[in-house]
């Protein structure tokens, strides 16, 4: 393959808060403040996509100082908590670091701390996520997980509305618009932490999603993937005497939109250099070069980019150095979630070396993925389930969900429509369709492929999904083409988000989608490619049919 730098022309480049702490024995070790007024500190415990803050932090023109001891926290200036992960996992870091008493002392000082996610989770007094586990003990309350018994998709994904509560520097310009939440876990507001609550958001019910009192500051929602608004939070945090910006929005937000996805099949050319294709053939002149049209969909609008790396099944995952640094380069230019699938299993190099799909999907997530597509691997691992009705916990759905969370797995389905006349014939899920199959059949069942759809395998698309979602999968990714009854045969059936992805020709095969069905996404490749329909149209032409969209 072609070395990384011949992939694209792009470069890669108030008051003081309540001293709740102090009942967890907080440090009193005493070191001075950097007092760096560019550099801000970080603190990475080494779980997730922390680039994409990393990222972000460099974009506002700041450089950045990681956290290597406890003193590094007592001496930060400005200290950047982006959590990552399972509450637990991030508590027995931190405690086993002496992170944990470093923080609460650094907090108890009312130094300037901005938490993101599991950094604002962190700050309560326990999580009932595989526990109940202790917290840092800052804020009362206990953090909960969303309750899905009555319907209510978990995860909560995608851009939702904040309703601002406390007049905060931070939150100054976000007003009207839609940041981006990825969480299964939340805080709820109560009277004893209702003097830390900055904002609310409706999900189900209403959940803290900002806390501010004096210099500290957490936010539920990720600023680093929530486009120039989240730029703007960002900079409010780290140019705290700067005007800031008001990011223009032409409807204000009122709660979850629903999201709009560009997708890039990634596959390498004649020369060994990684282009954006769509079918056999590819046309590196027409459609262009990954991080190029991912960056220009960014800035079009789209809400989150999905890369498929269609070289995945050929090569070694490791090895495959220019898809990790196309992603590297898109996470320094594209501020919303990305995701990249292709390749992401167990493998044995040539050398005899093993390697797990945790391994692999650790090696994306470092190169800035927010979240991973597995395919083929998923519906084997479903088959074995629901089989012997046991979970190993050893396929790479299993493995990487309990490691990074559900919220960063996503399951791809690539099904073929089975006619039958009898929904009786087949032991699988059927539809009544709407437009008869060739010998006048009425119903048909949508059987899984793998190895790219060349291959069928036994099991439906409705088991797979309900399969997947109990082995740990947190959304579900249907690619079929003018289904929309599977799509609502399916998001009815999951409490998990369904994003639809149907060879969208026009912007009403947007809307068609989103009023037919509970599908929480659409995505779409060829028509964004070949510039056949704008993601601005689509956005405009869903605001026209009264869907709620970020714009």
Same mark, same amino acid.
């Given at each position: 393959m072609a070395a990384a730098t011949s992939i694209n022309a792009v470069p890669c480049s108030a008051g003081r808060p309540k001293r709740r702490s102090q009942r967890r024995g907080a440090s009193t070790v005493a070191v001075r403040a950097s007092g760096d007024a560019s550099t801000v500190t970080l603190l990475d415990y =080494?779980?997730?996509?922390?680039?994409?803050?990393?990222?972000?932090?460099?974009?506002?023109? /700041?450089?950045?100082?990681?956290?290597?001891? %406890?003193?590094?926290?007592?001496?930060? $200036?400005?200290?950047?908590? %982006?959590?990552?992960?399972? /509450?637990?996992?991030?508590? $027995?870091?931190?405690?086993?670091?002496?992170?944990? $008493?470093?923080?609460?002392?650094?907090?108890?000082?009312d130094r300037p701390f901005l938490g993101i996610c599991l950094g604002l989770q962190l700050l309560f007094d326990s999580s009932e996520e595989n526990g109940p586990i202790s917290g840092l003990g800052v804020i009362p309350g206990v953090v909960r997980r969303f309750d899905s018994s009555k319907g209510l998709i978990v995860p909560h994904i995608g851009w939702n509305a904040l309703e601002i509560t406390k007049d905060t520097q931070l939150l100054k310009g976000a007003e009207g618009h839609h940041v981006y939440f990825v969480h299964s876990y939340h805080a709820l507001p109560s009277d004893e932490n209702k003097e830390w609550i900055s904002s609310v958001c409706n999900y189900g019910e209403s959940f803290i999603s900002s806390i501010s009192m004096g210099n500290i500051q957490a936010v539920q929602f990720h600023p680093e993937k929530s486009g120039a608004t989240g730029l703007s939070i960002l900079k409010n945090f780290l140019s705290p005497n700067s005007s800031g910006s008001k990011v223009p929005s032409r409807r204000k937000a009122s709660n979850l939109a629903k999201r709009v996805i560009a997708c890039l099949d990634v596959r390498s050319n004649d020369s060994g250099d990684l282009v954006v294709t769509k079918g056999d053939q590819y046309d590196v002149r027409n459609l262009g070069k990954p991080v190029d049209l991912a960056s220009q969909y960014y800035i079009d609008g789209a809400d989150e980019v999905s890369f498929l790396n269609i070289t995945g099944f050929r090569d070694f995952p490791l090895g495959d150095l220019p898809m990790l640094e196309v992603l590297r380069c898109a996470s320094e230019k594209v501020f919303v979630p990305l995701t990249v699938g292709g390749g992401i299993r167990d493998f044995t190099d040539?050398?005899?070396?093993?390697?797990?799909?945790?391994? #692999?999907?650790?090696?994306? /997530?470092?190169?800035?993925?927010?979240?991973?597509?597995?395919?083929? $691997?998923?519906?084997?691992?479903?088959?074995?389930y629901l089989q012997t009705g046991v979970k190993t916990g050893k396929s790479s759905l299993e493995q990487i969900s309990r490691v990074y969370g559900n919220q960063a797995v996503v399951v791809s389905i690539d099904p073929r429509r089975v006619y039958v006349k009898n929904p009786e014939e087949v032991q699988f899920k059927t539809v009544? #369709?709407?437009?008869? =199959? %060739?010998?006048?059949?009425?119903?048909?069942?949508?059987?899984?492929?793998?190895?790219?759809?060349?291959?069928?395998?036994?099991? =439906?698309?409705?088991?797979?999904?309900?399969?997947?979602?109990?082995?740990?999968a947190g959304e579900i990714l249907l690619n079929c083409i003018d289904c929309d009854d599977l799509v609502k045969m399916v998001s009815d059936a999951v409490t998990i988000p369904v994003i639809a992805s149907s060879g969208a020709g026009t912007v009403e095969h947007f809307s068609e989608?989103?009023?037919?069905?509970?599908?929480?996404?659409a995505l779409a490749a060829g028509i964004f490619h070949r510039k056949e329909v704008p993601i601005s149209a689509v956005k405009e032409h869903l605001v026209d049919a009264g869907v709620e969209v970020r714009v």
């Amino acid at each position: 393959m072609a070395a990384a730098t011949s992939i694209n022309a792009v470069p890669c480049s108030a008051g003081r808060p309540k001293r709740r702490s102090q009942r967890r024995g907080a440090s009193t070790v005493a070191v001075r403040a950097s007092g760096d007024a560019s550099t801000v500190t970080l603190l990475d415990y =080494g779980a997730g996509n922390v680039r994409s803050v990393r990222n972000a932090i460099r974009h506002l023109g /700041f450089g950045i100082r990681d956290v290597r001891s %406890p003193e590094d926290i007592l001496a930060a $200036d400005r200290l950047v908590f %982006p959590g990552v992960g399972a /509450f637990g996992s991030a508590m $027995d870091v931190l405690t086993r670091s002496g992170m944990a $008493d470093a923080l609460r002392e650094y907090i108890r000082r009312d130094r300037p701390f901005l938490g993101i996610c599991l950094g604002l989770q962190l700050l309560f007094d326990s999580s009932e996520e595989n526990g109940p586990i202790s917290g840092l003990g800052v804020i009362p309350g206990v953090v909960r997980r969303f309750d899905s018994s009555k319907g209510l998709i978990v995860p909560h994904i995608g851009w939702n509305a904040l309703e601002i509560t406390k007049d905060t520097q931070l939150l100054k310009g976000a007003e009207g618009h839609h940041v981006y939440f990825v969480h299964s876990y939340h805080a709820l507001p109560s009277d004893e932490n209702k003097e830390w609550i900055s904002s609310v958001c409706n999900y189900g019910e209403s959940f803290i999603s900002s806390i501010s009192m004096g210099n500290i500051q957490a936010v539920q929602f990720h600023p680093e993937k929530s486009g120039a608004t989240g730029l703007s939070i960002l900079k409010n945090f780290l140019s705290p005497n700067s005007s800031g910006s008001k990011v223009p929005s032409r409807r204000k937000a009122s709660n979850l939109a629903k999201r709009v996805i560009a997708c890039l099949d990634v596959r390498s050319n004649d020369s060994g250099d990684l282009v954006v294709t769509k079918g056999d053939q590819y046309d590196v002149r027409n459609l262009g070069k990954p991080v190029d049209l991912a960056s220009q969909y960014y800035i079009d609008g789209a809400d989150e980019v999905s890369f498929l790396n269609i070289t995945g099944f050929r090569d070694f995952p490791l090895g495959d150095l220019p898809m990790l640094e196309v992603l590297r380069c898109a996470s320094e230019k594209v501020f919303v979630p990305l995701t990249v699938g292709g390749g992401i299993r167990d493998f044995t190099d040539a050398n005899g070396r093993y390697y797990s799909s945790l391994e #692999v999907a650790s090696e994306y /997530f470092r190169s800035g993925a927010d979240k991973i597509s597995i395919g083929s $691997d998923a519906v084997f691992a479903a088959e074995a389930y629901l089989q012997t009705g046991v979970k190993t916990g050893k396929s790479s759905l299993e493995q990487i969900s309990r490691v990074y969370g559900n919220q960063a797995v996503v399951v791809s389905i690539d099904p073929r429509r089975v006619y039958v006349k009898n929904p009786e014939e087949v032991q699988f899920k059927t539809v009544k #369709v709407s437009n008869k =199959g %060739p010998l006048g059949e009425e119903y048909a069942w949508y059987q899984c492929t793998v190895s790219g759809g060349r291959d069928s395998r036994p099991i =439906g698309a409705y088991e797979l999904a309900k399969a997947v979602e109990e082995l740990g999968a947190g959304e579900i990714l249907l690619n079929c083409i003018d289904c929309d009854d599977l799509v609502k045969m399916v998001s009815d059936a999951v409490t998990i988000p369904v994003i639809a992805s149907s060879g969208a020709g026009t912007v009403e095969h947007f809307s068609e989608v989103f009023e037919k069905t509970n599908a929480s996404a659409a995505l779409a490749a060829g028509i964004f490619h070949r510039k056949e329909v704008p993601i601005s149209a689509v956005k405009e032409h869903l605001v026209d049919a009264g869907v709620e969209v970020r714009v």
